[in-house]
């Protein structure tokens, strides 16, 4: 009898140290609280560069998940934001209903005119799909620019605020901030860790070799696609309940978009952490360059070449790199098993 053993061919790669999952919950829920909190202890200027900046961070996590984890990219994400933006103006005015409503529809409304742009633009690939978003946004700027009887066309609507206390609007601002800020991060958490970003990442990767194996890939694009418009619907409305005004040229704006692919690219493509690094950069970037007005964009944009060139994985790929840690845990591993081939031989 000849018994010989064999073990699967693994690639040596260092597996991440991952923070415990209970250290992790207890962290995210002090953070949470601490955020939550918020308007027991901290200013009314403070409170509006908080929602400004868990605007940025959620818009940034769902570029991230379209274009970081289900490899769809698109300059045309300002569409969702202008969309939701107006629905809040025209719940919140012309039908008088509450604000909670504005951002419902808000999100209703992007992801259903979703559905009939993704039967264009899925007929794309590349380049031409990221042209394509981009389209359809100027298609949407154009629109509500020529109506003017009801959307006031190019000179923009402003919020009528008459019957809320300042106070008392910042406090639900600041409020929904959080939960759309924390909850846009904690939707991309959880999706990476379902069956359904194990497909993204597949599709992403290698998009024939994952529906070889079965995986619906025009489905699940279509499903990330319409979340993803959704939910930045959702954070537009944020945006201009915080500003109170809104015009096409601004709501429409290709420059959300650039922002968006800014704090993604310095942060991590395709990481849960790259986004939460690259807003608190661009935040204080931006701050510290408000001055310089077009010099600022310039800057911003050697940044970013900068970074693509000498760190294409991102700062956070960089540390990540450097200290082999994840923070949301939410890569999978291969574990090697080993295995015993008898054989019988007279």
């Known amino acids: ?6 073990r699967p061919i693994v690639a040596n790669i260092p597996k991440l140290r991952r923070i415990p999952e209970r250290w992790f919950a207890i962290i995210s829920g002090i953070i949470s609280v601490v955020l939550l909190s918020g308007p027991l202890w901290a200013g009314a200027g403070l409170m509006r560069s908080a929602v400004d900046f868990l605007s940025l961070l959620a818009l940034a996590q769902m570029w991230n998940l379209l274009a970081g984890y289900a490899g769809m990219l698109s300059i045309g994400q300002q569409a969702w934001i202008g969309l939701g933006g107006y629905s809040l103006f025209v719940v919140a005015d012309d039908l008088q209903l509450p604000l909670i409503f504005g951002f419902v529809l808000a999100g209703i409304v992007a992801a259903v005119l979703a559905l009939p742009t993704s039967w264009l633009l899925f ?14 946004a100027e298609v949407f700027r154009l629109l509500v620019t020529n109506n ?22 910042g406090l639900v601002t600041y409020l ?27 599709i992403r990767d290698a998009e024939v070799a994952a529906g070889s194996l079965g995986i619906n890939t025009n489905r699940m694009k279509l499903l990330v696609y ?25 709501a429409f704006s290709s420059q959300w978009t650039a922002f968006m692919i800014f704090i993604v690219v310095i942060g991590g493509l395709g990481t849960i952490e790259g986004p939460i690094v690259g807003t608190i950069i661009f935040y204080f970037l931006r701050e510290g360059l408000a001055d310089l007005s077009e010099w600022a964009l310039i800057i911003l944009g050697a940044i970013a070449v900068i970074t693509m060139l000498f760190a294409p994985e991102g700062l956070w790929g960089l540390l990540k790199r ?8 939410v890569s999978r591993w291969l574990h090697e098993r080993s295995s015993v081939v008898e054989k019988e031989s007279e």
Do not use: H
């Open 1 to 6: 009898m000849l018994k010989s053993k064999t």
């Open 123 to 136: 007929r794309l690939r590349g380049g031409y799909f990221a042209v394509g978003t981009w389209v359809i």
């Open 148 to 169: 003017v009887d009801w959307l006031r066309g190019g000179y923009g609507r402003t919020l009528n605020v008459a019957d809320f206390d300042p106070d008392t609007r």
């Open 176 to 202: 929904l901030a959080v939960v759309i800020g924390i909850g846009a991060t904690g939707l991309v958490f959880w999706l990476m860790r379902s069956r359904l970003g194990l497909g993204l990442t597949a």
């Open 226 to 250: 319409v979340l993803c418009a959704g939910a930045t619907g959702v954070v537009g409305a944020l945006i201009y309940l915080n500003q109170l005004r809104i015009t096409p040229d601004a």
């Open 322 to 329: 450097q200290f082999n840690l994840e923070f949301f845990p």
